[in-house]
């Protein structure tokens, strides 16, 4: 099995900044991706950004691209999201999910998520 575990969310004012972490633990896989998801009430969940565990590339949604960025420290076996010029239109839970194998921007190929954190942009 494997554990997610995402930290780092909270309350903002418009234009401010937030950093989310994901720490992953269990199971290992020769081939993964990270990815961040959103979730706003009554909305379907949504991509925001991914990371390929080995080489490190990144990919983001189209609403977030200059905004957010994604990485990860291998060491600590954790991914991270900058979000800056927060907007409230990104108040949302995030989560983070794995994938075994390369990139995709479906919730519905992730096979494991943490239990997500609330993040909430003020106007």
């Known amino acids: 099995q494997v554990q997610l575990v995402e930290s780092g969310g909270g309350l903002v004012q418009a234009g401010g900044s937030l950093t989310l972490s994901c720490a992953a633990s269990g199971r290992t896989f020769s081939s993964f991706s990270l990815g961040w998801f959103r979730q706003a009430p009554g909305k379907e969940r949504e991509f925001v950004a991914a990371i390929r565990w080995s080489g490190g590339n990144t990919y983001y949604a189209d609403s977030v691209k200059g905004r957010f960025t994604i990485s990860r420290d291998n060491a600590k076996n954790t991914m991270y999201l900058r979000m800056n010029s927060l907007k409230p239109e990104d108040t949302a839970i995030y989560y983070c999910?794995?994938?075994?194998?390369?990139?995709?921007?479906?919730?519905?190929?992730?096979?494991?998520w943490g239990q997500g954190t609330q993040v909430t942009v003020s106007s």
């Open positions: 999910a794995l994938r075994r194998g390369g990139y995709s921007n479906s919730p519905h190929h992730y096979d494991y």
